[in-house]
Nanobody, 120 residues
Framework: QVQLVESGGGFVQAGGSLRLSCAASRSIFSVHTMGWYRQAPGKQRELVATITTDGTTNYADSVKGRFTISRDNSKNTVYLQMNSLKPEDTAVYYC??????????????WGQGTLVTASS
């Protein structure tokens, strides 16, 4: 069973930057799409960004041009670089791992979440 551990959240002024990290307990990137999701208070969890096994990235419209997802295979770690943060980016950010054979999300693995607060 793979474990995902996020880190890097915190408090930042609007316009600032943070980098989130998600460390997987073993090598899984060759058979998992990795992603970052977020959940703001009173709202549903939403997709922020994903990176597939071949390195293809996808972003929510609200973060395009500001956030970058990447990974380091040697460290089993996925990153989310967040620039030009806005107050509406405030949320708990979750790391996600989905096996490439899972099309429904039934086998999703989640980290514990890390809080990002962008204050105006």
């Amino acid at each position: 069973q793979v474990q995902l551990v996020e880190s890097g959240g915190g408090f930042v002024q609007a316009g600032g930057s943070l980098r989130l990290s998600c460390a997987a307990s073993r090598s899984i990137f060759s058979v998992h799409t990795m992603g970052w999701y977020r959940q703001a208070p009173g709202k549903q969890r939403e997709l922020v960004a994903t990176i597939t096994t071949d390195g293809t990235t996808n972003y929510a419209d609200s973060v395009k041009g500001r956030f970058t997802i990447s990974r380091d295979n040697s460290k089993n770690t996925v990153y989310l670089q967040m620039n030009s943060l806005k107050p509406e980016d405030t949320a708990v950010y979750y790391c996600n791992a989905r096996p490439i054979w899972d099309h429904s999300g039934a086998l999703d693995k989640w980290g514990q979440g890390t809080l990002v607060t962008a204050s105006s």
